[in-house]
Nanobody, 118 residues
Framework: QVQLAESGGGLVQAGGSLRLSCAVSAFSLSALGWFRQAPGKEREFVAIINWNGATTYTTSVKGRFTISRDNAKNTLYLQMNSLKPEDTAVYYC??????????????WGQGTQVTVSS
């Protein structure tokens, strides 16, 4: 099973930026994704990237977040700009099929907290 480990979370003011990283034990033809879970809410898809670089974003982050993968470094990234308080959540990276459904991803990191203050 693929091992994943996120880093880069923290506290930032609204309008600021953060870059999340996810170290992946074995890059393959799996799709990789970023998901988030706010207190009291279900885990939701944020952005996904396929092995060929194709990407999909949830509507609320389009134009602000960018997902990318460095195959040479076995690392997945999420660049987050123009952050808003509603982006506050625990962010998880995951490996699985190229879909937006949480249940289609079978390997998960431990999560990293992102807090955006107003």
């Amino acid at each position: 099973q693929v091992q994943l480990a996120e880093s880069g979370g923290g506290l930032v003011q609204a309008g600021g930026s953060l870059r999340l990283s996810c170290a992946v034990s074995a890059f393959s033809l799996s799709a990789l994704g970023w998901f988030r879970q706010a207190p009291g809410k279900e885990r939701e898809f944020v952005a996904i990237i396929n092995w060929n670089g194709a990407t999909t974003y949830t509507t609320s982050v389009k134009g602000r977040f960018t997902i990318s993968r460095d195959n040479a470094k076995n690392t997945l990234y999420l660049q987050m700009n123009s952050l808003k308080p509603e982006d506050t959540a625990v962010y998880y990276c995951a490996a699985g099929r190229y879909t937006i459904r949480v249940t289609d991803y079978d390997s998960w990191g431990q999560g990293t907290q992102v807090t955006v203050s107003s």
